[in-house]
Each structure stands twice: as C-alpha cells, then as structure tokens.
Antibody
Framework: QVQLVESGGGVVQPGRSLRLSCVASGFIFNRYSMHWVRQAPGKGLDWVALISYDGSTELYADSVRGRFSISRDDSKDTLYLTMHNLRPEDTAVYYC??????????????WGQGTPVTVSS | EIVMSQSPATLSASPGERATLSCRASQSVSTNLAWFQQRPGQAPRLLIHGASTRATDVPPRFRGSGSGTEFTLTITSLQSEDFAIYYCQQYNKWPPWTFGQGTRVDIK
C-alpha cells in the first residue's frame, strides 16, 4: 500500500536552514508528482510546493518562493523540501502528499503523517 | 488567488444527526472542489473530489454537492468517528491550491 514517511523536522532558530525528507513506498515514485503542505499549530492547511513527476516543474506558494526548494531523488524514492532563512511563521507540521492519479497534480489522495518544524530563538 | 470560506466554524451535533457544512469560493471553481477530513493528530484524508464523487472507501453517508462558488458537504447520520475537522479545497486554478479554514464537527 502507499506509504509516505516524513522526517527531518525539529527546532531551528530564525534565519537558519532545514531539510525535510519524505520516503515513499508502495508505488512507482518516479511516475507521480508530489506536494508539500503545511499546517501551523491550531490552523488550517496551507499548500507549500509541488514538483512534477520528472522534476521539470516546480511550483511554490508566494510565502516560501525564493526561500524553499523542492526536489526529488528517484533513485531513493525520496522527496525533499529544503528550507532556508526560516521565519517563526514557518512553524508548522509539514506533510508530503501524492495525487491520486499519475497524470495530474490534483486530488491529494495520499498523505504522510507529517513532521513538525518549530522556528524559534 | 482563489479564497475559500467555510461555515460554520464549529458545528455541534449528536450521533445520528445530519450535519451540513458549507464552502464558498471567491470565484467560480466549476466542480473542481475536494473535501478532506482530519481527525485529531492525524493527516488529512480525501473524502470527496469533483464536488460530489466519493473517494475510495468513503462511506455513502458523506455527500458532496454544488458547483461554481457554493458547495455543501452533508453527513447524513453522524457516527462517532465523523467528529473531526473538515476542509474544502479548490483545484480549478493553481497555483496555489487553496483550502478553506475548516469546520470543526463536535459532539453536542
């Protein structure tokens, strides 16, 4: 069955960097686009970034563009989110999510359990 | 950016009752609208897509309807496991994919 397992979260000071990972299993990773979605404490869901199945397309929310970078290593079935110049407002649980279908970006059908990031001095 | 608004913020109901949740888009999203359920401490779960199509293994008591800017999620007879937060999301115009702020369904 489809599994997504995030890791790499933790407590980091403002201005520092962090890299999150999402290891995928149960499906052919290199055939699917992937998303990162975050959820601040007690708040709703906030889409962060997308990478296409072949890595040719990267899309970012305005709030993270220029600071965050999404990437993938298909040899390791792993999705990454590299976050630079972190701000307190980036504090959230970060989820990776996979669309239901191979041929699109929509229908966020599979989610990992999330990894928490706290940006605080 | 399309802004999604949900109402009410909290809905209190008893098991067996009907619950009706609303979602409004700031511009038409056609039927490119999904609903998610999030139980405490868990990841979101896709319930409905295409405004009215249930995702795999979603029980028929969950019904989605609407098009354009007005959408409804109806839970026809609340079960204990349905007490959760529900989010709508548009995927008509992206990026960004945008979510509503959520409706919490509480036990009365």
């Amino acid at each position: 069955q489809v599994q997504l397992v995030e890791s790499g979260g933790g407590v980091v000071q403002p201005g520092r960097s962090l890299r999150l990972s999402c290891v995928a299993s149960g499906f052919i990773f290199n055939r699917y686009s992937m998303h990162w979605v975050r959820q601040a404490p007690g708040k709703g869901l906030d889409w962060v970034a997308l990478i296409s199945y072949d890595g040719s397309t990267e899309l970012y929310a305005d709030s993270v563009r220029g600071r965050f970078s999404i990437s993938r290593d298909d040899s390791k079935d792993t999705l990454y989110l590299t976050m630079h110049n972190l701000r307190p407002e980036d504090t959230a649980v970060y989820y990776c999510a996979r669309p239901v279908n191979r041929d699109g970006y929509n229908l966020f059908g599979y989610w990992g359990q999330g990894t928490p990031v706290t940006v605080s001095s | 950016e399309i802004v999604m608004s949900q109402s009410p913020a909290t809905l209190s109901a008893s098991p067996g009752e009907r619950a009706t949740l609303s979602c409004r888009a700031s511009q038409s999203v056609s039927t490119n609208l999904a609903w998610f359920q999030q139980r405490p401490g868990q990841a979101p779960r896709l319930l409905i897509h295409g405004a009215s199509t249930r995702a795999t293994d979603v029980p028929p008591r969950f019904r989605g309807s609407g098009s354009g800017t007005e959408f409804t999620l109806t839970i026809t007879s609340l079960q204990s496991e349905d007490f959760a937060i529900y989010y709508c999301q548009q995927y008509n115009k992206w990026p960004p994919w945008t979510f509503g702020q959520g409706t919490r369904v509480d036990i009365k």
